[in-house]
């Protein structure tokens, strides 16, 4: 694996948004944080898990019991940060996704 396979891997259909979840404890009602992520089918659930490897960031999960698929995600802004770092100074043709979620943090 690659930072370039990583990245069209990720461009393809990986997700990149912000996640807002209600939290009274904070003044507006809620929190929001940075979140990457990306499906699979259980067939390539080794995709995923060595996407974690190879970042040494992120998690997998089932995405929920009645189905086959698992999400790989990063959910923290120090594991954004790490995958920021990773792919920083890399000269990937078609980053774009990527490139613009980090430039909106």
Known sequence: MSINW????????????????????????????????RSQDGVSLITLE???????AGKV?????????????LASLKNIQHFI?????TDIIGLGQSTRFCRFL
């Open 61 to 73: 999960t089932k995405d929920s019991h009645n189905r086959t698929t698992y999400v790989y995600y």
């Open 85 to 89: 770092n990773k792919i920083e100074g």
């Open 50 to 56: 060595y996407i974690v490897s190879f970042l040494g």
């Open 6 to 37: 990583l990245c069209g891997f990720m461009s393809a259909d990986g997700h990149f948004a912000l996640h807002i979840r209600k939290n009274s404890k904070f003044t507006l009602g809620a929190n929001c944080y940075p979140i990457i992520s």
